[in-house]
Nanobody, 127 residues
Framework: QVQLAESGGGLVQAGGSLRLSCAAS????????LGWFRQGPGKEREFVAA????????YYADSVKGRFTISRDNAKSTVYLQINSLKPEDTAVYYC????????????????????WGQGTQVTVSS
């Protein structure tokens, strides 16, 4: 069992940056793949970024490539999402998710691939 807690959201102007954090509790954090998803107003939850349990492979949604960077620090049991060049359309609640030993793109880019979820952190981008 893994418990996840996101932080770092807030109100930021377009063009700004944020770093979201997701702290995990429980054992064997290094054995879990981690993903970030977001849900904008009136929209379905969508994939943003993921990193495999080994940390060797990352996946990104096309809409965020080149602006978002996912990383993990196993010593701190934390996964990060660096968000640069924010746009108003990035406004959403951002969720982190965990999956034991996930590695394939199909498994890690779908909400159904993750059994563990955090409560989310709000990111609001003003124009």
């Amino acid at each position: 069992q893994v418990q996840l807690a996101e932080s770092g959201g807030g109100l930021v102007q377009a063009g700004g940056s944020l770093r979201l954090s997701c702290a995990a509790s429980g054992r064997t954090f290094s054995s879990y793949a981690l993903g970030w998803f977001r849900q904008g107003p009136g929209k379905e939850r969508e994939f943003v970024a993921a990193i495999t349990w080994s940390g060797r492979i990352t996946y990104y949604a096309d809409s965020v490539k080149g602006r978002f960077t996912i990383s993990r620090d196993n010593a701190k049991s934390t996964v990060y999402l660096q968000i640069n060049s924010l746009k108003p359309e990035d406004t959403a609640v951002y969720y982190c998710a965990a999956k034991f030993q996930g590695s394939t793109k199909v498994a890690l880019t779908s909400t159904s691939g993750y059994p563990y979820w955090g409560q989310g952190t709000q990111v609001t981008v003003s124009s």
